[in-house]
């Protein structure tokens, strides 16, 4: 069954990285092409950030094949964390996109070197609009797979494919502005959209590491887990609960009090039924460790 589920799950990982990246193959062709003929500096910006995009989704493709291998003897808690070091990548991968486009726009908006303001043509703004609407779209898309999978990874790149949108707005403002007669907003917008590309970039990493460095799950997922530890018959008290996310899963220590008078076969009976429940209200959890103290035992 364990089988089964992982196999759907890189199934659908692996038809939603492909099926966007020969999305991003094609807007970034046509972003080019619309950039050149229409001379738009922010344009060619953005097909740049779109081309990303293809190296991205390679990378979060390769990331998860690797986190779903079984465990083995020099890895005993599996690959999970492998996913964490494809969503780093990915962030860098952002950010250098980033930087570089910022400095592109500032050299035009400065006429440093050969570059010149240019007035852009129709072309690009048409082509700015498709691209909002199609990545926004992607960004939805992905983002549900992501929430099924309960991957990071693909999170990202979903958050990869809205950093597009959001630089395709700069860029409508932008060109809209310079074919009002403000060449300089062209420049400007390829700027801006700089930021935002190294802000998403920032995010991604700061997640990625937060997961990698054993990070506690969110205050709502524990509150939930005691609700579901609290419910089961023979709890009396929680009196210890840690968590730490390992990559997309997590894992959970808990000790709870029951009868100190209790025979241990009964005591392994009420541990196995708070371990069975939260690993099956709580899929992102791999693995739920459980110990039992008698409840006349001062806390601590």
Same mark, same amino acid.
């Given at each position: ?13 692996m ?9 991003n ?25 779109? @081309? =990303?995009d293809?190296? &991205?989704?390679? !990378?979060?493709?390769?990331? *998860? ?6 465990? %083995? ?12 070091v494809a ?24 006429g ?55 630089s395709s707005i700069g860029?409508?403002?932008?060109i ?12 400007v @917008? =390829?700027?801006?959209? &700089?930021?935002? !590309?190294v802000?998403?970039? *920032? ?6 590491? %937060? ?9 709502d997922t524990?509150?939930?887990?005691r ?26 220590d ?35 460790m ?5 409840a ?5």
């Amino acid at each position: 069954m364990k089988k089964k589920e992982v196999s759907e799950k890189e199934k659908i990982v692996m038809n939603t990285s492909v099926n966007t990246m020969i999305v991003n193959l094609v807007l970034s062709v046509g972003k080019v092409i619309a950039g050149i003929v229409g001379h738009s500096s922010a344009m060619i910006s953005d097909a740049v950030h779109s @081309a =990303s995009d293809v190296f &991205s989704t390679i !990378i979060v493709m390769v990331g *998860y094949r690797l986190s779903e291998r079984d465990s %083995d003897q020099n890895h005993p808690y599996g690959h999970e964390r492998i996913e964490c070091v494809a969503a780093i990548l990915l962030a860098m991968v952002l950010c250098i996109t980033g930087v570089t486009i910022g400095i592109s726009g500032i050299r035009y908006m400065l006429g440093i070197g050969e570059s010149t303001l240019e007035v852009p043509g129709v072309l690009p703004l048409v082509a700015a609009i498709f691209s909002i609407l199609v990545k926004e779209g992607m960004y939805h898309y992905t983002k549900l797979a992501a929430k099924k999978v309960n991957s990071g990874a693909l999170m990202a790149d979903a958050w990869h494919h809205r950093s597009d949108a959001l630089s395709s707005i700069g860029s409508l403002v932008g060109i809209a502005g310079a074919r009002l007669g403000y060449p300089i907003c062209d420049p400007v @917008a =390829s700027v801006i959209i &700089s930021v935002f !590309i190294v802000k998403a970039a *920032y995010d991604i990493f700061k997640d990625a590491i %937060d997961k990698m460095m054993d990070t506690a799950c969110d205050e709502d997922t524990i509150e939930r887990i005691r609700e579901v530890i609290s419910e089961q018959e023979g709890v009396i008290r929680i009196d210890s609960l840690q968590s730490r996310q390992f990559g997309a899963r997590a894992y959970v220590d808990v000790e709870i009090a029951a009868d100190g008078n209790l025979t241990l076969t009964d005591a392994h009976a009420i541990a196995e039924q708070v371990h069975r429940q939260i690993e099956v209200s709580f899929p992102e959890v791999k693995h739920c460790m459980v110990h039992v103290n008698p409840a006349d035992r001062p806390i601590g």
